[in-house]
Nanobody, 125 residues
Framework: QAPLVESGGGLVQPGGSLRLSCPAS????????VGWFRQAPGKDREFVAA????????VYADSVKGRFTISRDDTGNTVYLQMNSLEPEDTAVYYC??????????????????WGQGTQVTVSP
């Protein structure tokens, strides 16, 4: 069983909202950081947002700042990505990932050692 399983993707019109979920075992999320990435067809996987496990600090890509919010529930077992004001350019497969404390930036895929299989988000009229 995969330790990270994303859900919540789907088809939405421009301007709409979706909330992605990433439930995982407590053991997995003892890791330092949880991030969301996305990959559109023909493009590299890109950073979207990350949350630090010990203090709930967050960081976002400029392209989603003010529209997306990363958070985790009180039990600590689920990380969410609330996506508002969606645009066609947000269309991609979205991935959840968990990483240990590292000198590698949380914006890099190399920071993360555990990945989900992804959930498709399509923004179209």
């Amino acid at each position: 069983q995969a330790p990270l399983v994303e859900s919540g993707g789907g088809l939405v019109q421009p301007g709409g909202s979706l909330r992605l979920s990433c439930p995982a075992s407590r053991r997995t999320f003892r890791m330092h950081t949880v991030g969301w990435f996305r990959q559109a067809p023909g493009k590299d996987r890109e950073f979207v947002a990350a949350i630090w496990w010990d203090n709930d600090a967050t960081v976002y890509a400029d392209s989603v700042k003010g529209r997306f919010t990363i958070s985790r529930d009180d039990t600590g077992n689920t990380v969410y990505l609330q996506m508002n004001s969606l645009e066609p350019e947000d269309t991609a497969v979205y991935y959840c990932a968990a990483g240990l404390k590292s000198t590698i930036s949380v914006r890099s895929t190399r920071h993360y050692s555990v990945w989900g299989q992804g959930t498709q988000v399509t923004v179209s009229p």
